[in-house]
């Protein structure tokens, strides 16, 4: 299996929320809906980007006035 139809074109990933053939105007997703997930997940901390943390910074921040 190749991923491609039969016309030869790539077929797009499937929605990452529910795995749904994704809408190629909302692309990765297949609605808004699951764009709204996606979003909401975003902003609630549900997802992060890990960051490596830098051994050379053990210092305390500056205090608040």
């Known amino acids: ?7 030869g074109t790539r077929k797009p990933p499937p929605c990452p929320i529910c795995r749904r053939p ?16 996606d979003l909401g997940r ?3 901390d549900r997802y992060a980007i890990p960051a490596a943390e830098d051994p ?3 210092t305390d921040p500056p205090p608040r006035s």
Do not use: H, K, Q
Request: charged fraction near 30%; hydrophobic fraction near 35%.
């Open 22 to 37: 994704a809408e190629p105007a909302l692309a990765p997703f297949c609605s808004e809906r699951c764009a709204d997930i």
């Open 1 to 7: 299996m190749t991923g491609r139809t039969p016309e």
């Open 42 to 44: 975003w902003l609630s």
């Open 56 to 58: 050379d910074d053990e």
